[in-house]
T-cell receptor, first 114, second 112 residues
Framework: EAQVTQNPRYLITVTGKKLTVTCSQN?????MSWYRQDPGLGLRQIYY???????DKGDVPEGYKVSRKEKRNFPLILESPSPNQTSLYFC?????????????FGDGTRLSIL | GDSVTQMEGPVTLSEEAFLTINCTYT??????LFWYVQYPGEGLQLLLK?????DKGSNKGFEATYRKETTSFHLEKGSVQVSDSAVYFC???????????FGAGTRLAVHP
């Protein structure tokens, strides 16, 4: 089954404790991205990757890091989480960076930073 | 910059009622337009899309037409079901890479 898998689904942690949210897709997609969803704001892009070893900032990258060492994986790293990063996070992938390509989303990771 | 505005919710309807969720956009160039749906506890799923002016996207009884002259992409369904209860997001993608710009989302609740 074609899917984007995120882990963990839920995490409660404390300020300053490094965490990683993993994302893996099994569709051989080139393009992957991370979004955060906040009430009243919709989803906003954090980082994206057009292929292995190619990553760039989206609209809200502050406080986040990513890497793309393999095509299927695109982890999101919060090195020193803060309460304003409490949010619902989605990983997404698409076949290419072409703007007509639909994106496939994971089921989300709800992070609470205390 | 590019942006999407969609009607605020929640929208509450009775089963078999007609649905319209308004969406307008601002973009440079010629964006692709999408509607995504989010069921409780799940990620977003593509509902329909349109990639050029006057295209009509359709799926599962939902329709939306890309109107360049009014910069709109309104979502419609002739007869909603309880199972359509979800949050609906209008989004656009433009420029040289596939970044989605989302509206704030509209929650739809359909009652029997």
């Amino acid at each position: 089954e074609a899917q984007v898998t995120q882990n963990p689904r839920y995490l409660i942690t404390v300020t300053g404790k490094k965490l990683t949210v993993t994302c893996s897709q099994n569709m051989n997609h080139e393009y992957m991205s991370w979004y955060r969803q906040d009430p009243g704001l919709g989803l906003r892009q954090i980082y994206y990757s057009m292929n292995v070893e190619v990553t760039d900032k989206g609209d809200v990258p502050e406080g986040y890091k990513v890497s793309r060492k393999e095509k299927r994986n695109f982890p999101l790293i919060l090195e020193s989480p803060s309460p304003n990063q409490t949010s619902l996070y989605f990983c997404a992938s698409s076949l290419s960076r072409d703007r007509g390509q639909p994106q496939h989303f994971g089921d989300g990771t709800r992070l609470s930073i205390l | 910059g590019d942006s999407v505005t969609q009607m605020e919710g929640p929208v509450t309807l009775s089963e078999e009622a007609f649905l319209t969720i308004n969406c307008t956009y601002t973009a440079t160039g010629y964006p692709s337009l999408f509607w995504y749906v989010q069921y409780p506890g799940e990620g977003l799923q593509l509902l329909l899309k349109a990639t050029k002016a006057d295209d009509k996207g359709s799926n599962k009884g939902f329709e939306a037409t890309y109107r360049k002259e009014t910069t709109s992409f309104h979502l419609e369904k002739g007869s909603v079901q309880v199972s359509d209860s979800a949050v609906y997001f209008c989004a656009l993608s433009s420029g040289g890479y596939n970044k989605l710009i989302f509206g704030a989302g509209t929650r739809l609740a359909v009652h029997p």
